[in-house]
T-cell receptor
């Protein structure tokens, strides 16, 4: 079956603009995660959704970052007033349930000019 | 405080050789110890994982060795192949939740 799908694959935007990144998890997966991969910080956890529970936002680096998951499926990560340090690859993962193996998408490469 | 320390940063191995990558962790609450493989332009893919109730797990050419008292685990790749050339990450977690990634090891297998 299809894996985790992320769009766009690449995004270039100007500093100060808002961006939205989309993640389509594997069908039937109840858990969804966002991670960020950058040269300086490596791979780091951002946010976790599980079913209808309140998300774990403990990894979000600032209040410019937010995410939502509508209908328990598709998720959108929004970055407001982008800064150059936001340049990174944003990765989404899903799992059948918490505690099950996480399957990653190929990410969105975000470049802030 | 760096919770996860991975070594070496890079590794060059001849085809047919053994590749060994190590991971040391601080958090004793971790109970899930996976290794991920990442190719350029792709997301990480789960390679093999172990729970703390066993000391070793083997899947084909890949083996995880786990030392709970030393808070370390390692990945061994036997009969390394050029197709194994990739970046490898350890990513321990509590209940496979909020993976804590190491900095990665770039493995190059020469033909």
């Amino acid at each position: 079956g299809a894996g985790v799908s992320q769009s766009p694959s690449n995004k270039v935007t100007e500093k100060g603009k808002d961006v939205e990144l989309r993640c389509d998890p594997i069908s039937g997966h109840t858990a969804l995660y966002w991670y960020r991969q950058s040269l300086g910080q490596g791979l780091e956890f951002l946010i976790y959704f599980q079913g209808n529970s309140a998300p774990d936002k403990s990894g979000l680096p600032s209040d410019r970052f937010s995410a939502e998951r509508t209908g328990g499926s598709v998720s959108t990560l929004t970055i407001q007033r982008t800064q150059q340090e936001d340049s990174a690859v944003y990765l989404c993962a899903s799992s059948l349930d918490r505690g099950q193996p996480q399957h990653f998408g190929d990410g969105t490469r975000l470049s802030i000019l | 405080q760096q919770q996860v320390k991975q070594s070496p940063q890079s590794l060059i191995v001849q085809k047919g050789g053994i590749s060994i990558i190590n991971c040391a962790y601080e958090n004793t609450a971790f109970d899930y110890f996976p290794w991920y493989q990442q190719f350029p332009g792709k997301g990480p893919a789960l390679l093999i994982a172990i729970r703390p109730d066993v000391s070793e797990k083997k899947e084909g050419r890949f083996t995880i060795s786990f030392n709970k008292s030393a808070k370390q685990f390692s990945l061994h790749i036997m009969d390394s192949q050029p197709g194994d050339s990739a970046t490898y990450f350890c990513a321990p977690a509590r209940s496979n939740y909020k993976l804590t990634f190491g900095k990665g090891t770039l493995l190059t297998v020469n033909p």
